[in-house]
């Protein structure tokens, strides 16, 4: 069974402070790695892709590969009350083709003024 | 604008009612994606197609059908197989190439069972 796990939350974290979000996948052969958001009654949108060990930076927004722990972060630097929303990690599905993603349930964050 | 428009927004479908769900891009992406979301679970995949007159089933594809007849449209179908329809939709579209591309999706279909 593919599956992709996160903490659902919520995770609350006052404004101004570090969110960091957690997320672990199960089939060694995905290559490819997505954060979303998305806002209640919303669509995802996205946030971060990365593909390679080591860390990507855009922004506040930093995302982590660890492929041999199979682990996948995402951090958010000086969190704002907009941030406030679910966060959906996704990794590619090998065996659909590779192009079909797996999404976990997400997880809740919530800032706090 | 480039972007991926689904209609309508609020669905409401009857007993024994087929119903179809619109998707279109302008992105001129090769694959498109329809997903099931329900309250507090992640996405998960219905149908996928990466070419005209070619799709695949996802994982819950069962009371669903599919067409691709044009590039930029991908209309999902639901079925009165479908025991459980009550969900959010969401249709995504991609480039196609070395696997590693990203989705991106359009606003989603809330289905209701009257």
């Known amino acids: 069974q593919k599956e992709v796990e996160q903490n659902s939350g919520p995770l609350s974290v006052p404004e101004g402070a570090i969110a960091s979000l957690n997320c672990t996948y199960s089939d060694r052969g995905s290559q490819s790695f997505f954060w979303y958001r998305q806002y209640s009654g919303k669509s995802p949108e996205l946030i971060m892709s990365i593909y390679s060990n080591g860390d990507k930076e855009d922004g506040r927004f930093t995302a982590q590969l660890n492929k041999a722990s199979q682990y996948v972060s995402l951090l958010i630097r000086d969190s704002q009350p907009s941030d406030s929303a679910t966060y959906l990690c996704a990794v590619n599905d090998p065996s659909n083709s590779g192009y079909a993603l797996n999404f976990g349930k997400g997880t809740s964050l919530l800032v706090t003024p | 604008d480039g972007g991926i428009t689904q209609s309508p927004k609020y669905l409401f479908r009857k007993e024994g009612q087929n119903v179809t769900l619109s998707c279109e891009q302008n992105?001129?992406?090769?694959?498109m994606y329809w997903y099931r979301q329900d309250p507090g679970q992640g996405l998960r995949l219905i149908y996928y197609s990466q070419i005209v007159n070619d799709f695949q089933k996802g994982d819950i594809a069962e009371g669903y059908s599919v067409s691709r007849e044009k590039k930029e449209s991908f209309p999902l179908t639901v079925t009165s197989a479908q025991k459980n329809p009550t969900a959010f939709y969401l249709c995504?579209?991609?480039?196609?190439?070395?696997?590693?591309?990203?989705?991106?999706f359009g606003p989603g279909t809330r289905l209701l069972v009257l």
């Open positions: 992105l001129n992406h090769d694959a």
């Open positions: 995504a579209s991609s480039t196609l190439g070395t696997g590693l591309e990203t989705q991106y």
